[in-house]
């Protein structure tokens, strides 16, 4: 049987400051451009300055991960090689979207409060479409399908590219809509081939090639509604023992774990709060050279359960980023 998720689309780790993630970041061996914030002029003839949030991405050839953060609560100044949008938008619609824009800032600002971390996870999907019925014939709530524009590095040159997407919402009527107990959750639109083909490739110093997995800690008396609502919204079962569960994607995984069995998963690590997303994981061309890189930037780095690298939270900014050494020449 054929599935309409066969993988992840990218992750969002939310950050106080952009200019120090930036740096640790590009320690940790990831390539990133600079960051992009939205620029809006606070009243009519006001010029414009930069609102809302800010975000960059490392790339990957199908997948990337996401760097976010508010303006307000960011912590440090924008950066200097910032790239400023702005919107154009007519003085009598400026009200509307400012206000949609602080929305979107204000639930940023929230997974913040929470704590600094990883709190976006979005899965990749050939049929969008098709998963938002199935999503709906299992009572699992959701936003709709939209579609937004994002930009491609290209040989010939910046292009703009849409992507569908969709959010889950939570059971919880008082939670906001596409959020859920340890985040935002949803789908979009797997790139198409010729896209893939004809996006430049990024060169990451530590080897990374592609998302393989992230982590997602519940309370022990959690997992198994926790593996509930990761079944529909997968659309397959689990494997895996008592305390640890794992959903197979293909070229990736989800694992849910009991906050017990967290330490044993990932050594000395544990949850800022619960549910939280905890780790990610990358696959890497050459796993030893990735830890020469690593160590010779003067992180520390543990070994997981399954004896991949990975550098902890607390060196991180908030979620311990797993490096695996790639299952196939690339």
């Known amino acids: 049987m054929g599935h309409d998720i066969d993988g992840l689309h990218h992750v969002g780790h939310v950050v106080r400051d952009m200019e120090r ?26 010029p414009a300055e930069p609102f809302g949030a800010g975000n960059t991405h490392a ?36 009200p509307a979207v400012m206000a949609a824009v ?47 524009q994002r930009p491609v590095e290209t040989a010939k040159g910046t292009r703009m590219e ?22 935002r959750v949803g789908l ?5 081939a010729e896209l893939v083909d004809a996006q430049r490739r990024v060169d990451h110093p530590n080897g990374a090639i592609g998302l393989a997995e992230c982590v997602l800690c519940v309370a022990d008396g959690e997992l198994g509604e926790a593996e509930r609502r990761y079944e529909s919204y997968l659309g397959r079962p689990a494997r895996g023992d008592a305390l640890t569960r794992v959903f197979d994607l293909g070229g990736a995984k989800v694992v849910l774990v009991a906050a017990s069995a967290l330490d044993r998963l990932l050594p000395g690590e544990r949850a800022p709060v619960l549910p ?24 520390p780095l543990v070994r997981s359960a399954g004896g991949d690298l990975f550098v902890p939270a607390a060196q991180a900014l908030g979620v311990a980023i797993v490096f695996r050494q790639a299952s196939q020449p690339y």
């Open 21 to 46: 993630a930036l740096e640790r970041y590009r320690l940790l061996g990831f390539t990133l451009p600079p960051p992009a914030y939205p620029a809006l002029p606070g009243a009519a003839g006001a």
């Open 59 to 94: 790339y990957f050839p199908r997948d990337f991960v996401e760097l976010v953060t508010v303006v307000d609560d960011a912590g440090g100044a924008v950066p200097a090689d910032a790239h400023l949008i702005p919107l154009r938008v007519p003085d009598d619609k400026l």
């Open 102 to 148: 602080r929305g979107t800032a204000e639930n940023l600002a929230a997974c913040l409060r929470r704590f600094e971390g990883m709190h976006i996870l979005m899965f990749d999907s050939a049929d969008v479409e098709g998963a938002a019925g199935r999503l709906e014939a299992g009572g699992v709530g959701h936003g709709g399908v939209h579609a937004v």
């Open 162 to 183: 849409p992507v569908r997407y969709l959010e889950i919402d939570g059971d919880d009527p008082a939670m906001p809509r596409g959020r859920v107990p340890e985040g």
């Open 188 to 192: 979009a639109e797997s790139p198409s």
């Open 276 to 299: 939280a997303f905890v780790a990610y994981g990358v696959a890497v061309r050459d796993l030893s050279a990735t830890e020469r890189l690593l160590r010779g930037n003067g992180f």
